[in-house]
């Protein structure tokens, strides 16, 4: 069982965007006590169904037309 933190040391996102997932219904938790826990296939399934989001943004040499 993993912890949030732990998750979204895994995937490279913040607390809040697992948070947020867990919310959704994106990602599956449980809650031991006041912990909230994440089982290892849940977190896998999780990391491998998120789509990748990828910001691309135009340099000052592509945006002049140079090579």
């Not at 949030?4 to 919310?23: D, N, P, Y």
């Not at 990602?27 to 896998?44: H, M, P, V």
Request: charged share 25%; hydrophobic share 50%; no cysteine.
């Amino acid at each position: 069982m993993l912890t949030i933190r732990q998750v979204a040391g895994l995937a490279r996102v913040s607390v809040s965007t697992v948070e947020r997932a867990v919310r959704r219904g994106e990602l599956r938790a449980f809650k031991l006590g006041r912990a909230t826990r994440i089982s290892s296939a849940d977190a896998r399934a999780w990391l491998t169904a998120a789509p990748v989001q990828v910001q691309v943004r135009a340099t000052s040499d592509a945006a002049e037309g140079a090579a």
